[in-house]
């Protein structure tokens, strides 16, 4: 990859081809000359809701996330199952401002930088289970 429109394609592959993705529409897009940002929202084929937003720069041949929010719901939007983000909301944690909200018990851990491409790749992981076939 060697610019934004490059990753942002490449995020829209992901979402199309993946197993998890029932339906996506994206809700903003832009790219500048080293730097975009993409949101979505998104069924998931369990029929849970999920809405991702990503903020990257890309330097040499390397897409870096910079700031991200990532919400993993069920299908009427009232339990959170999962919550990515990088706001500088919980400074005592490891790995600041990188955290991840676990249901709705206030349970926030340390997190790492998720892009849209990881994001995929824990909820394929986590949700492949739905797609097997006896």
Known sequence: MTDPEEYLDAMQVALIASPVISSYTVVRMWANADDGYMRVRATLTNGDFLEAAEYFV????????VDYRH???????????????????HPELDNFPHHVHHGQDDRVEPGRPMSVLNLLGYLESQLSFEDDTP
């Open 58 to 65: 890309v330097q040499g041949d390397a897409a870096t996330t």
């Open 71 to 89: 919400q993993w719901m069920d299908g009427a939007k009232q339990i959170l199952r999962k919550r990515w983000d990088s706001a500088p909301d």
